[in-house]
């Protein structure tokens, strides 16, 4: 019985202290609110004899950790371990707020959940989740605390106390009850195998890649997946692959996110992986930065965008405990497993299981928790009352007061609809907002105000808009979240994760007919079901136009506005006209155009007013609504077009761009009809497809990749001192049905410092200036290609029928067949007409150098079998000095004032650099049929020094005056047969017919030159 007894003492003394605490509780005067501390110094209590001595602080068990994410899932962490048989799914409830999206009311409703808790891995943690809740959508969470208990016998203590606070009051039992939003400064959450990480995400910076990021991650496409790249000290990858066998199968990925490099990959961030070569290739697959790779990543493939980064020491700690595993080759798995992190000793390829995997359990967004819900808007307010709900209210944002409302309003009702609505001159100045409440609809909203007509904060209507009409502007106000005339609000109304962005004109169905600013916008404008036609008159500022299409009407729309800063469109609904005085960017964050398409977009400028009309926005068309085969029928800019990316799913008619293009990109998956344009420069263009007539002022840095580009024109422009240069690299894959890829370039200017790689032919290239460091490279032949001076520039083809140019310096010229190349010069330039390069061909007609031939090489490599020449003419009026012509077969005519140091070879071992020394390193067809070194006029100089001509038969040589000073090194002509040789050497001229090595009086040796018949050395 002691020990009977001693429990009974025990459990009496325990509620004796219970009772004994509650009250404390109600004596301790701490402030509302905030929990008391229990306490930490003993308590001694004595409540029957035998004495019993408690000691402690007796404070009951407490959710010291609660997560609430996004996708409806709650994780509760207990201050001690929790018996499993309190923990039941009837102690926990999540709500919804229903169709009326406030909480309290009638249709609320209690969600299905499943319970996940598991003593044996984790008896602190538990783990509910939702079902029916849509990602991002607010939610209520109740958690009843009586029901559970810890080990220790109490009940949870669960009063919410805010985020990041222990729950409760400090009395065991009662109720925690909160409400999720959307956060404003969203944290993604990594559960993984070794633990968790939370990254915050740049919503700001980075918006496009941050809400493609949080798409996959709503949609549950990350979870269950794994990292499957881990290189040591660089980076550790995953998203991309699920994790469950044949463990190679991908996730349904998005479409490509446009880069938005600009943070640097340091340690701990997040990033987008993409293809080569490809800036804006990201979908889904990211990676984490081990250590400081921004020498690296930050400018590679056009920078790697960084969108997030890891918040604490502890995220770190788990990013390297990945790194730290050990990882395979499983390319025999999936080509991208070359680097594959496993969790244990001794995995094979061929034994892989989802158990040796990092994986990746789940990634959502954390939400933020309240103990209240949103409040109702708090501003003073008349309403106008109509048969049923119908109402108009009237809220005084600015607190300037309202006077009558028949003075301000005069609204004309339709039993449940609302026909319009009049604003009078009584309106307030500035400041008012306007909710319009009704079940049926609305007519129209006018104004009937003057000239001088104030702004609205805001105009928003839970029914079908026709009309509205405002001679004065509308300011905007921060409606996120809030609660308006029985409207709730999302906390994010127009989805661009600005949660404190501002609220114009709200209307959630029926497409509006018309929109009519008189004056400013400057909040957004959120349409489901889209408008026909919007007009702002003033300026558009920080609007994000958001128009939807809930319905089946897809006419297009038309939207004329006037200067427009820092806004954007989002729309479901094709564009037919879309104009604007200006679209600038000046916050830095990036404007959007998303639509299906743009029938015609025009940026006017006003000159007037000193506007140039530039424009600076990105654009999204998906062209996915078959109402056109053009993204863009035609786009005019009258200013600069500049810092923008488009991204298209269809052709471009045309783009007229006044001032030029700057720092632009356009991705199509078709091609574009015509572009003109001013100065372009940083501008690259991607077309899937053709491009047709392009005509610029200049173009300076960037990139054209498409597959065949009809004509490209530089023109000048006195008045702004450009020359008309042309700089940019380009690729073009060739057409099949098209077999000129080029049919014409012409540049006013200087061709310079690009790449170009063509599939397919060339009619002309034109270049009125000069030429420099070029790489021409085109697998079909190029009709003409004409510069001024040209330098360190290669063109390699498969015939070039024709080249001129003033001077050639540098470089080289490969191809099947040339046919001509003629250096002119340019005595105005100062251009004597030299040519210092390299020619590689298989046949040459006819070279014509104005100048000298310097430091050169000549290779043509026809072998006919000495039918017919491989080089048929090289006609040099100056020097052929320090070079080397190399024909595998025959040489018809080199016609010359003057050869130094040079060496020409006909059908000799490719190896031979001077005289043979066997007379097998000459073939046997190999012939030069005439040379004439002719010697400068009126000048006693040698016309033949240093140099060595060998073939297998030499036709007609004339040699002028011959240097036979060659300081003691043989020089001269090697052959197995010569027709007919004069030369002027020593003073003597000589002559000879018919030659071959046993005529009776061969050429004599006068000093160092020799004519060695039979091509070896003749006898000592």
Request: glycine share 12%; charged share 20%; net charge negative.
């Amino acid at each position: 019985m002691e020990n009977d007894e001693r429990m009974t003492l025990a459990a009496f003394a325990g509620r004796r202290f219970v009772q004994m605490l509650r009250l404390w509780n109600r004596m301790s005067a701490r402030p509302a609110g905030r929990p008391r501390r229990c306490a930490a110094s003993p308590i001694q209590f004595e409540p029957l004899e035998p004495r019993l001595m408690l000691s402690g602080d007796f404070c009951p068990p407490v959710f010291v950790s609660v997560f609430a994410d996004n996708r409806g899932q709650i994780v509760l962490t207990a201050s001690e371990d929790l018996m499993p048989d309190t923990v039941t799914p009837g102690a926990f409830r999540i709500i919804s707020a229903g169709a009326d999206n406030i909480f309290g009311t009638a249709d609320d409703a209690n969600l299905p959940i499943t319970l996940q808790f598991d003593p044996d891995v984790d008896a602190r943690r538990i783990i509910f989740q939702a079902s029916g809740l849509e990602a991002n959508q607010r939610y209520q969470v109740r958690v009843d605390g009586s029901q559970i208990r810890g080990v220790s016998g109490e009940m949870i203590d669960a009063e919410f106390n805010g985020p990041d606070m222990p729950t409760g009051d400090g009395t065991p039992g009662g109720e925690m009850m909160f409400f999720a939003r959307p956060s404003s400064a969203p944290i993604a959450q990594f559960v993984t195998s070794l633990g968790t990480i939370n990254v915050r995400l740049f919503q700001g910076q980075t918006p496009l890649s941050v809400a493609n990021f949080q798409n996959y991650a709503d949609t549950g496409r990350y979870d269950n997946t794994f990292v499957h790249r881990s290189v040591e000290n660089f980076v550790i990858q995953g998203g991309g692959f699920i994790a469950s066998p044949p463990f190679s199968q991908q996730p349904p990925r998005d479409p490509p996110v446009l880069n938005e490099p600009g943070i640097s990959n340091l340690r701990g961030t997040l990033a987008f992986a993409k293809l080569g070569n490809d800036p804006n290739s990201a979908t889904n697959q990211w990676f984490f930065n081990l250590g400081d790779n921004s020498a690296n990543l930050d400018f590679q493939n056009g920078g790697f965008t960084v969108f997030g980064e890891i918040i604490d020491d502890a995220g770190l700690e788990i990013m390297d405990a990945i790194a730290a595993l050990m990882t395979i080759n499983a390319s025999q798995v999936a080509g991208a497993f070359t680097d594959l992190p496993v969790l244990n000793e001794g995995v094979t390829p061929g034994s892989l299981t989802a158990d040796d995997l990092m994986l990746i359990e789940r990634i959502s967004i954390g939400m933020t928790t309240s103990a209240e819900p949103p409040d109702e808007l708090d501003a003073d307010s008349v309403s106008v009352f109509g048969p049923g709900s119908a109402r108009v209210t009237v809220y005084d944002i600015s607190g300037l007061g309202l006077g009558p409302v028949s003075d301000m309003i005069d609204v004309r009702f339709n039993g449940e609809s609302i026909s319009s609505i009049r604003l009078l001159p009584g309106m307030p100045a500035q400041g008012a907002g306007i909710a319009l409440t009704s079940s049926g609809s609305v007519g129209s909203v006018r104004d009937a105000r003057g000239a001088d007509a104030g702004d609205l904060s805001f105009l928003i209507s839970n029914a079908p808009v026709n009309l509205i009409q405002l001679r004065g502007g509308i300011t905007g106000f921060n409606l996120n979240g809030q609660l308006v005339a029985g409207i709730q609000f999302d906390e994010d109304i127009d989805g661009d994760g600005d949660f404190f962005d501002l609220t114009s004109i709200f209307v959630p169905s029926g497409r509006i007919n018309s929109i009519h600013i008189g004056g400013d916008l400057g909040g957004d404008v959120v349409l489901n079901d889209g408008a026909f036609r919007i007009r702002v008159d003033g300026m558009t500022s920080n609007v994000d136009f958001v128009l939807g299409m809930q319905g089946i009407d897809t006419r297009p729309m038309n939207m004329q506005l006037g200067r427009v800063t820092d806004s954007s469109i989002i729309s479901d609904v094709r564009i037919a006209n879309l104009t604007a005085v200006e679209w600038v960017n000046l916050d830095g964050t990036r404007d959007i155009i998303e639509t299906p398409g743009v029938n015609r977009l025009t940026i006017t400028g006003d000159r007037r007013a000193g506007i140039d009309g530039n424009f600076n926005a990105d654009m999204i068309l998906s062209n996915q609504d078959g109402l056109s085969p053009a993204a863009i029928s035609r786009m005019i800019v009258r200013g600069v077009m500049s810092n923008s990316e488009l991204l298209l799913g269809g052709n471009i008619g045309t783009l007229i761009a006044d001032g030029g293009l700057n720092n632009v990109r356009i991705n199509s998956d078709q091609g574009i009809g015509a572009l003109r344009a001013g100065p372009v420069s940083n501008t690259i263009f991607v077309f899937n497809g053709d491009i047709g007539n392009v005509r610029v002022a200049e173009w300076f840095g960037g990139a054209i990749l498409a597959d065949t580009l009809r004509t490209i024109r530089t023109t000048g422009d006195r008045s702004q001192g450009l020359e008309g240069d042309l700089a940019v690299d380009m690729r073009l894959a060739g057409n099949p049905s098209i077999p000129v890829s080029i049919r014409s370039a012409i540049v006013s200017g200087d061709l310079h410092i690009g790449f170009w790689e063509i599939e397919g032919s060339v009619g002309r290239i034109v270049v009125r200036g000069d030429t420099r460091d070029m790489d021409i490279d085109l697998n079909g032949s190029i009709n003409l290609f004409r510069s001024n001076h040209v330098e360190r520039t290669d063109i390699i083809a498969m015939e070039i029928r024709q080249i001129r140019a003033t001077q050639w310096e540098g470089g080289l010229i490969q191809t099947n067949v040339l046919q001509r190349l003629n250096i002119t010069g340019d005595n105005r330039a100062g251009l004597a007409g030299d040519f210092r390069g390299d020619i590689n061909t298989l046949r040459t007609v006819r070279v014509d150098i104005r100048n000298d031939l310097r430091d050169s090489t000549i290779t043509v490599n026809e072998f006919t079998f000495g039918e017919r020449s491989s080089l048929v003419a090289l006609n040099v009026t100056g020097v052929i000095i320090n070079s080397t012509i190399r024909a595998t077969d025959t040489i018809g005519s080199i016609i010359t004032n003057g050869m130094v140091n040079t060496r020409v070879f006909a059908n000799v071992n490719q190896n031979l650099t001077g005289f043979p020394t066997s007379t097998a390193q000459v073939g046997d067809f190999g012939a030069i049929q005439r040379i004439l070194i002719r010697g400068p006029r009126g000048v006693a100089t040698p016309a033949f020094e240093s140099s060595i001509i060998v073939s297998n038969t030499l036709g007609r040589f004339e040699l002028s005056r011959v240097g036979i000073d060659n300081t003691g090194a043989p020089f001269g002509l090697a052959a197995r047969n010569i027709n007919q040789l004069s030369y002027l050497a020593g003073g003597e001229s000589y002559s000879f017919r018919l030659l071959t090595p046993s005529s009776p009086a061969p050429p004599p040796t006068v000093q160092d030159f020799q004519v060695r018949l039979g091509l070896l050395a003749p006898p000592a």
